[in-house]
Every structure is written in structure tokens, then in C-alpha cells.
């Protein structure tokens, strides 16, 4: 049996996720970047291992995508992130034409075609607004939990306004409706709706066909993903986990690399 791995160092995660010949996932991890991203790859890949129950040896081929790919020392192959969530979402929800990508440092969206070829693209990377870490900063401020934010903005009766779409400024704007005792659940919904308005915005550089898949790390927010819904007038697609799309995406494409020679052992985590 042949096993590949796919490893997306992302800015705030990295995930690992290795397939066997039928692609099939044997294995998976999802750990915090932090600020060594080399280590953070190697455990990650340690990680799914061990969860596949296979030694380093039995990975023919490690592909390597996200911003920290170039990190990965042990990677046979280097493919940008957009090939790989393209080809992901494809694969999990074959009727896939659009994916919006939005992960910690920067969000995407990809107009995908047959096979899962990107057709074309618009991100914003730039800025952090509309990101993973602009919802990190404002959960901060509010003292709410990351992942409660989705549950709370879908309790809002209104929504607060949150008129700049940079994240210093939103902060600025989040601190003050705070200060006028402004309701929590109506702030989260603003903030919400300003990430939204903002991927709309980039939907309609690249346009929107077939189904929509959404697919990073603030796809898990059931607040955003239903807003999102409601702008597009359709339904949005969600993976089970979809942290791993690109890290999916990647040991697909290593499935297909034709590449058979082991990959190099990296050293133990410590």
C-alpha cells in the first residue's frame, strides 16, 4: 500500500493529513503553528503518523503547501495553497465551483472548474481584516471565546455597525460600542457582517458558479458561514473539519506526483 502526505503550514495551524493509494485518510493532526514552523511541521507529521500507525518510511511522497512551505524540510514537493483547497473542496463536494478559503492571516476565493483546476482566483493578504485573526483580536476584546462567537451572533435580535474594514480600526469601533454597553451578541453580528461584506466583495471580482464550499479555520464559525448563506442566496458548503482542506489538498497532489522514493526521516520532536 502507498501513503503520501500533504502538510499546510498556515500562520496560526499547521495540519498534516496523509492518504493511502486509494485516498483514503489513514491518518491526521492538527496542531498550533507557533513561532517555529519547522517544528510545528515535524510534530504535526509525527502526529499523523502515529495516528495512521506508519513510520516516516512508508510515505512515498510529502507535499508541502501554505504560507510555510518552504519550511518543511522533508517535503518532496512545494504547491501554493489555492491548488490545494481548490482540489480538496473539489473532492469532498464534487459539484464545488467556488470555494472561499478564509484562514488566520489571509482569505481566498477560487473559482474552481472540472477536476478541481483553479480557474481563477482573487485573496486579500494584505490586511487581516476579514481573517482569522481579525476574529482572535475582537473575541479578545470582547472576552469571548473564540469558538463561541458563531453561537452568540446567531442570538443577536440586531447588529451593531462596524464601519472600517481594518482590524485597528474595527477594535477602535468594537471598544467604544463596549463603553456604550452596546449588547455582546450585536457586536459579534457586526463584526460578522464586516468580514462577510468583505468576501462578498472579493466573490465579485472572481464571480460565483456551481456549489460554494468554504473551507480554513473560520469555517467552523456557524455565524459567518450562515451570513454568508444569506449573501449569496444559496447554501454553503462545510466540511467536516475544514482546517485539513489543504493539507488534503496537498497529499491528493501527491498521489498524483508519480513520485516513489521515501521521504526523509525528520528528527524527533523536543
Not at 205 to 229: H, R
Request: charged share 20%; proline share 5%; glycine share 12%.
Amino acid at each position: 500500500m502507498q501513503y503520501v502526505a500533504g502538510i499546510d503550514v498556515g500562520s496560526l495551524s499547521t495540519e498534516v493529513v496523509i492518504l493511502d493509494s486509494e485516498a483514503r485518510i489513514a491518518g491526521e493532526s492538527i496542531l498550533e503553528t507557533g513561532f517555529h514552523s519547522t517544528r510545528a511541521a515535524e510534530r504535526a507529521f509525527e502526529a499523523a503518523l502515529a495516528q495512521a500507525g506508519l513510520p516516516a518510511e512508508a510515505i512515498t511522497t510529502a507535499v508541502a503547501t501554505g504560507y510555510g512551505r518552504i519550511s518543511v524540510p522533508f517535503a518532496t514537493k512545494r504547491i501554493t495553497e489555492i491548488s490545494c483547497h481548490a482540489v480538496g473542496a473539489w473532492r469532498l463536494f464534487p459539484d464545488t465551483g467556488t470555494v472561499i478559503d478564509i484562514g488566520g492571516q489571509d482569505s481566498k476565493v477560487i473559482q474552481v472548474g472540472k477536476g478541481g483546476r483553479v480557474l481563477d482566483f482573487t485573496m486579500n493578504d494584505k490586511c487581516a481584516a476579514g481573517t482569522g485573526r481579525f476574529l482572535d483580536v475582537m473575541a479578545a476584546k470582547l472576552e469571548v471565546p473564540l469558538g463561541d462567537l458563531g453561537r452568540l451572533s446567531l442570538e443577536a435580535r440586531r447588529e451593531a455597525t462596524i464601519s472600517s474594514v481594518c482590524t485597528v480600526f474595527a477594535e477602535s469601533e468594537v471598544v467604544s460600542l463596549v463603553a456604550r454597553n452596546h449588547p455582546r451578541e450585536e457586536i459579534i453580528r457586526g463584526i460578522h457582517r464586516s468580514i462577510v461584506h468583505r468576501v462578498i466583495s472579493m466573490v465579485r471580482v472572481v464571480g460565483v458558479q456551481g456549489e460554494v464550499t468554504m473551507t480554513g479555520g473560520v469555517a467552523l464559525n456557524q455565524g459567518v458561514v450562515a451570513m454568508l448563506s444569506e449573501e449569496l442566496g444559496r447554501p454553503v458548503h462545510v466540511p467536516a473539519e475544514p482546517r485539513t482542506v489543504g493539507a488534503f489538498g496537498a497529499a491528493l497532489h501527491a498521489l498524483g506526483s508519480g513520485a516513489q522514493s521515501p521521504v526523509v526521516r525528520p528528527p524527533p520532536p523536543g
